[in-house]
């Protein structure tokens, strides 16, 4: 396999409900299985580590701000600022890892997924960077195809 084959992590993109969304950043695409230590009866040097649940990150999804027209943004907007009186609406994120030629490597969906956190960059008036908003979402599972 020659070094160009191998995925790029800039090369990406993200969809939500049918939307491809651009972003600058995606983290947090992680599983990990809990261990418990049980000691035994006995045995002194050492403990068994028991596989318990597995359990995954927030998925946190960053890029310049969109000022208006996002449907992503408004989900965010509605769940955060509903409250608990309404259900909150899940959704499935889809992240595809692309080829050099645009074509789909590796895809992870994230399932019954809603936002947890928004927030915007600090303003600052002595830079002129970008104005970055990030978004975490919490979900039950994800599967890689």
């Not at 490597?105 to 809603?114: E, G, Q, R, V």
Request: charge should be negative.
């Amino acid at each position: 396999m020659d070094h160009s084959d191998y995925p790029v992590g800039f090369y990406f993109s993200l969809s939500f409900e049918g939307e491809d969304a651009a972003f600058k950043e995606v983290s947090g695409i992680s599983k990990e299985l809990g261990v418990e230590e049980v000691a035994s009866g006995g045995e002194n040097r050492f403990k068994y580590r028991l596989p318990t649940t597995s359990s995954s990150k927030n998925l946190v999804l960053k890029r310049a701000i969109v000022p208006t027209g996002s449907k992503l943004i408004t989900w965010c907007a509605n769940t955060l600022d509903g409250g608990l009186a309404n259900a909150i609406q899940t959704q499935d994120v889809s992240v595809d890892l692309l080829d050099n030629e645009g074509k789909v490597l590796m895809k992870w969906t994230f399932h019954n997924a809603y936002p947890i956190n928004y927030s915007v960059s600090d303003l600052k008036s002595q830079e002129s960077e970008i104005l970055i908003e990030s978004i975490e979402l919490a979900y039950t599972y994800f599967n890689i195809q």
